[in-house]
């Protein structure tokens, strides 16, 4: 087994979606604008030679704009590990943070039925992942719950290098516990490992601690929290 401060975690934040662009957080579930593809070529482009090589496990949340920036973006990294027999691991609980219609995802079956999506396998995504209560609420104790879970699901799993696909206000979450309003530019990828090992963290919290950035594609387009909250 790996030790937990020897892992590298790579988190990256999606391409521009089109809530990015006007700040319109009323459209559901909200996918890539052309550029947002743009940005995810550029991805892929720019790690196919590096992390894409070497990672053995990419998991993504299972929102329309993760999922494409993931299949763009990632998809050397995904033709391997699928030749291992390791399917992409689409996780509900990497979900954006607040309760409106662009972070809210769309059900298994809508996303089973776009042929952009064909072939992941979505079975995680339960028919309560759109609810946004209990542990999937948007108030601060349930999102800093699900990002500790977030922080012990990565270090108990046995990989030593993990790609991970997500949001803004989840990654702040993830990283920082809170909130912070934390500049996390559109694809941009950083690298972070654990600060200390399982047996010695008494609260469990599995802090991450930076490591580098890999690589930014994009600007720091706002996330919804950005028109609800004072930055």
Request: charged share 30%; aromatic share 6%; hydrophobic share 35%.
């Amino acid at each position: 087994m790996v030790k937990a401060t020897e892992k590298r975690i790579y988190l990256t934040r999606h391409a521009q979606a089109e809530h990015n662009v006007e700040e319109d957080y009323s459209i559901p579930d909200a996918p890539l604008t052309k550029l947002g593809r743009e940005q995810a070529a550029r991805l892929h482009a720019d790690t196919v030679n590096t992390i894409q090589q070497t990672a053995e496990l990419l998991t993504t949340s299972g929102l329309r704009r993760t999922l494409s920036t993931t299949l763009i973006g990632y998809a050397t990294l995904r033709k391997r590990l699928e030749e291992q027999g390791k399917a992409v691991v689409v996780l509900p609980q990497l979900q954006e943070c607040n309760n409106l219609p662009c972070d809210i995802g769309s059900p298994k079956e809508v996303l089973e039925a776009d042929p952009e999506f064909a072939g992941l396998d979505l079975g995680l995504l339960t028919p309560d992942w759109t609810s946004k209560v209990g542990f999937y609420g948007a108030d601060v104790a349930s999102l800093q719950a699900r990002a500790r879970w977030n922080r012990q699901w990565l270090r108990a799993r046995p990989e030593r290098e993990i790609v991970v696909v997500a949001h803004g206000d989840c990654l702040r979450y993830i990283t920082e516990g809170e909130n912070s309003f934390t500049p996390w530019a559109n694809v941009e990828v950083r690298e972070y490992t654990f600060d200390i090992e399982e047996g010695e963290d008494k609260d469990g919290d599995a802090w991450l601690v930076p490591v580098k950035k890999i690589v930014q594609e994009g600007d720091d387009e706002p996330t919804s929290s950005s028109g609800r909250f004072p930055s």
